[in-house]
């Protein structure tokens, strides 16, 4: 009885270990990845004339992403090293690229006046080095979005069978 309380103890111990060594520092790298298609979702579109606290904002987020994916790809913890090699070659995630590229569009943001992020090559680049999705409007079965919605483009045509909503219905 005693022992097995003493073997659930470091049964616990050694798995506690295993989760904050090798795995927490693959967390933060999945993080980052997540942090970087927000940023790229929030920031992407900067226009030219946006405000300068704006273009400082975005500038510190992509440079601090791409800063983080450059450590670690430089610095990661000694015992975690192989982990790093295995499961991002396994991903194909290429965690310093994107974070280089990532820092040279915070760079150009800020002091070279930068602009729509999403429209540069250097954004596609970025996606495929972290295996992003690129984010596009899709739309649903009932036809959404509809030709006054914001996101309607010229020459786009969203076929549907169902009617626009307050056009002729049955409840009319």
């Not at 798995?15 to 795995?23: C, D, E, Q, Y």
Request: net charge positive; glycine share 8%; charged share 15%.
């Amino acid at each position: 009885m005693m022992w097995t309380a003493i073997a659930t103890v470091i049964l616990g111990g050694i798995g506690w270990i295993i989760v904050k060594l090798l795995f927490e520092p693959l967390k933060e790298i999945v993080d980052l990845r997540r942090q970087a298609q927000e940023c790229l979702i929030a920031y992407g579109d900067l226009s030219k004339d946006a405000p300068a606290d704006d273009r400082h904002a975005a500038a510190d987020a992509f440079r601090r992403i791409g800063a983080g994916f450059v450590s670690r790809h430089y610095a990661p913890y000694p015992w975690a090293n192989w982990t790093y090699d295995f499961i991002l070659r396994w991903l194909q995630w290429d965690i310093h690229s994107a974070g280089n590229l990532l820092i040279s569009i915070g760079n150009g943001t800020q002091s070279a006046g930068f602009s729509w992020a999403n429209n540069s090559p250097l954004v596609a680049l970025i996606r495929e080095h972290l295996k992003l999705p690129n984010p596009v409007a899709s739309a649903p079965s009932g036809g959404w979005p509809r030709p006054h919605h914001p996101i309607w483009s010229a020459g786009q045509r969203i076929q549907s069978t169902q009617p626009l909503l307050g056009s002729g219905s049955a409840n009319n």
